[in-house]
């Protein structure tokens, strides 16, 4: 059973806007990290943005900073990410990953458990 559904990808135009949702079956949700990567075709997996387990502090890469917001649903146990001013250098899979109890999501190596991917594409 996979811990991490994403859902929301898609086909958006430049400027537009998308929001992805990733529902968690972890034990306890309250007890991870919960970020988002994306993975451009050719290109490593990179960090997008994360939202911490104790006190909710976000953290974005700096290409996103300002367009994209990172929220979580404790009662939900899913987390989303509002992506906004879309650009075509956006495009790329979406995943979902979750990192216990870190203050925030290094990179890849420090998750614990990954969604399978969500395409976004932004066309000009």
């Known amino acids: 059973q996979r811990q991490l559904v994403e859902s929301g990808g898609g086909l958006v135009q430049a400027g537009g806007s998308l929001r992805l949702s990733c529902a968690t079956s972890v034990r306890t949700f309250s007890d991870y990290t919960m970020g988002w990567f994306r993975q451009a075709p050719g290109k490593e997996r990179s960090f997008v943005a994360s939202?911490?387990?104790?006190?909710?502090?976000?953290y974005y890469a700096d290409s996103v900073k300002e367009r994209f917001t990172i929220s979580r649903d404790g009662a939900r146990s899913t987390v989303y990410l509002q992506m906004n001013t879309l650009k075509p250098e956006d495009t790329a899979v979406y995943y979902c990953?979750?990192?216990?109890?870190?203050?925030?999501?290094?990179?890849?190596?420090?998750?614990?458990?990954w969604g399978q991917g969500t395409q976004v594409t932004v066309s000009p």
């Open positions: 990953a979750a990192a216990y109890r870190l203050p925030e999501i290094p990179g890849p190596s420090y998750v614990d458990y």
């Open positions: 939202t911490s387990w104790r006190g909710g502090t976000t």
